[in-house]
């Protein structure tokens, strides 16, 4: 079972940037899908960027263009570079790492979030 905790979060002015990481443990990382999510006051909970064990990338029309999403499997580690910030994007941020079994079963595992305000 993986263990992920968040961090990189905080205050930024518009159009500023954030990097957002993910650290694993307790299991093998390079083993799990991993994703970003994001919950917004009132709002569901929403994908933001996953990367698959292979490092293939996909992001949310919101973001496309801004964040960037990447793994560093020596370092048990995946980031979320945030780029031209926007209050829409104030959030808090989720780490997600999914594990899928021979048999296709899922299992998530989720960080205590990281909290994203980006203010004017």
């Known amino acids: 079972q993986v263990h992920v905790v968040e961090s990189g979060g905080g205050l930024v002015q518009p159009g500023g940037s954030l990097r957002l990481s993910c650290a694993a443990s307790g299991s093998i990382f390079s083993l799990y899908a991993m994703g970003w999510y994001r919950q917004a006051p009132g709002k569901q909970r929403e994908l933001v960027a996953a990367?698959?064990?292979?490092?293939?990338?996909n992001y949310a029309d919101s973001v496309k263009g801004r964040f960037t999403i990447s793994r560093d499997n020596a370092k048990n580690t995946m980031y979320l570079q945030m780029n031209s910030l926007k209050p829409e994007d104030t959030a808090v941020y989720y780490c997600?790492?999914?594990?899928?079994?021979?048999?296709?079963?899922?299992?998530?595992?989720w960080g205590q979030g990281t909290q994203v305000t980006v203010f004017s």
């Open positions: 990367i698959t064990i292979r490092g293939s990338t």
């Open positions: 997600n790492a999914r594990y899928y079994t021979l048999t296709s079963r899922e299992y998530d595992y």
